[in-house]
């Protein structure tokens, strides 16, 4: 993986007014592309890391069984959810089931699955990846934000 820091097209104070949407303490992670697999879960360890270069980092469980792929993947989206999205986090939280049966996506710039879901969506590049003990932190480079 390239850690060299690329000019993002995100600003500081981009990253800090879509962080404002984060109050309901439940994220949508997705990545992953077609015909290789997508892959999603739902994730509370979210957090900001630095607005220069905007990052952004959460984690993942050794245990999960989209591990390799997680700690494998080129990007990745975050979806923050509003209320109206709660029917989202059983469906993610699953294991051993097809999360997106039956959800329309779109392919995102970095050719994340985004959904149709959320107060804002965080496309990233995986920046760095840290040992956080039976967890991995990933850190991702803000290159895009949408709102719903």
């Excluded at 107060?119 to 990933?138: A, E, K, M, S």
Aim: glycine letters at 10%.
């Amino acid at each position: 993986m390239d850690t060299s820091i690329l000019e993002s097209p995100v600003t500081g104070l981009e990253l800090r007014q879509a962080m404002r949407h984060w109050d309901t303490g439940v994220t949508v992670i997705t990545a992953g592309s077609e015909p290789s697999g997508r892959i999603g879960l739902v994730s509370n360890s979210f957090t900001s890391v630095s607005l220069e270069p905007p990052l952004v980092s959460w984690c993942v469980d050794r245990n999960s069984s989209s591990f390799e792929a997680w700690c494998g993947a080129p990007s990745f989206s975050i979806h923050i959810l509003d209320d109206e999205d709660a029917h989202l986090i059983p469906r993610f939280a699953a294991r051993g089931t097809d999360k997106f049966a039956g959800l329309t996506t779109i392919s995102t710039p970095l050719g994340t699955p985004a959904l149709d879901a959320g107060r804002i969506r965080l496309d990233c590049r995986t920046w760095r990846t840290y040992d956080g003990g039976d967890h991995v932190i990933i850190v991702g480079e803000v290159a895009g934000i949408s709102p719903r």
